[in-house]
């Protein structure tokens, strides 16, 4: 059996395969932990997995595999991934972020790699670009992108037919490349003043404007005036990230997932792809961001597509 793990800024799910084209089984989801010490994330994990295997009459020894796409960056410590995510650490960007503790890191492999034969742990977005390649949006393409626009950007790369993984597993942070100057005043959960994350992600949408998201979009895609103008403005940001994507590693394809995006995607993609469209014709013509093939199953998969 395979256990696959999908950690989030906002939550964690875990679910069961026998192998890598059996049906996903018992998904669970619940918030990600955010109290204690640094290992809580890991210990919820583990606590999940006997829960869904106690539902499924699975029992727990016959895991052998477990897949882990998560948010990132990771830090390598004895050659075991943690998570320095800002979303989920609260030393990272200190007290002004809001999070109720004082990690630096959360531990994830270590604890999960003494109780399982083999773990494996992905960047979300390179995971996620992954599943796109294997049974979604992105099959057939060798230059191609998987970007999340959700409680944080992610990206994730694959030129020439290989996926970018860079020196700690970290290619693909594009939502943390800068904007605007720091007097814009956008605190992301990283530290930098005027990344893209501190602009368009979900958390950031909540803090500038005193909504959700998903109260913002709908209240736009109604038509009322302020709203479109403020969403316009969010798109403007998110497609440049994109084009600059696509121009800097000459590709032909962006599938697209997160909740952000997800739930108002027809509303957002042709704002997005007029962010793309007639700029730098010879790099750009023919590029197209579409919705991911696997919509709102994407991280499931992702951590299933790393088991193969
Ligand atoms: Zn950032």
Not at 22 to 46: C, F, H, W
Not at 231 to 251: H, S
Not at 253 to 266: A, E, K, N, P, Q
Request: contains cysteine.
């Amino acid at each position: 059996m395979r256990a696959c793990v999908d950690i989030g800024g906002t939550k964690v799910a875990v679910s069961l395969s026998a192998s890598s084209d059996a049906p996903l089984v018992g998904r669970r989801s619940e918030p990600t932990a955010k109290t204690g010490d640094n290992d809580a994330v890991a210990v919820q994990i583990l606590r999940m997995i006997d829960e869904v295997c106690a539902e499924q009459g699975i029992d727990p020894a016959t895991i052998e595999r477990v897949g882990v796409s998560s948010t990132g960056p990771f830090e390598l410590h004895d050659g075991m991934v943690e998570l320095a995510t800002p979303n989920i650490c609260g030393g990272i960007a200190g007290p002004a972020r809001g999070l109720p503790n004082q990690w630096m890191t959360a531990i994830i492999e270590a604890p999960l790699a003494r109780r399982f034969g083999q773990v494996r742990v992905e960047n979300d977005a390179v995971a996620g670009l992954e599943a796109e390649r294997h049974w979604g949006a992105l099959k057939g393409f060798d230059h191609c992108a998987y970007a999340t626009w959700s409680t944080g950007v992610g990206v994730g790369l694959c030129v020439d037919g290989r996926a970018l993984r860079g020196k700690n597993g970290n290619a693909g942070h594009a939502g943390h490349s800068f904007v605007v100057d720091d007097a814009s005043g956008a605190l992301c959960g990283c530290g930098n003043l005027g990344d893209v994350e501190a602009l368009v992600a979900g958390n950031s949408i909540s803090r500038r404007f005193g909504q959700p998201a998903p109260d913002l979009f709908s209240a736009a895609s109604a038509g009322e005036p302020h709203s479109l103008e403020i969403v316009d403005a969010l798109c403007r940001v998110m497609g440049r990230m994109l084009y600059n994507m696509i121009i800097t590693l000459d590709l032909q394809r962006i599938s697209l997932g997160g909740s952000v995006f997800w739930h108002h995607r027809d509303f957002l993609l042709p704002r997005l792809q007029a962010q793309i469209d007639g700029k730098l014709m010879p790099l750009t013509r023919g590029v197209l961001l579409v919705p991911a093939g696997l919509g709102e199953k994407v991280g499931d998969y992702a951590a299933l597509a790393l088991l193969d």
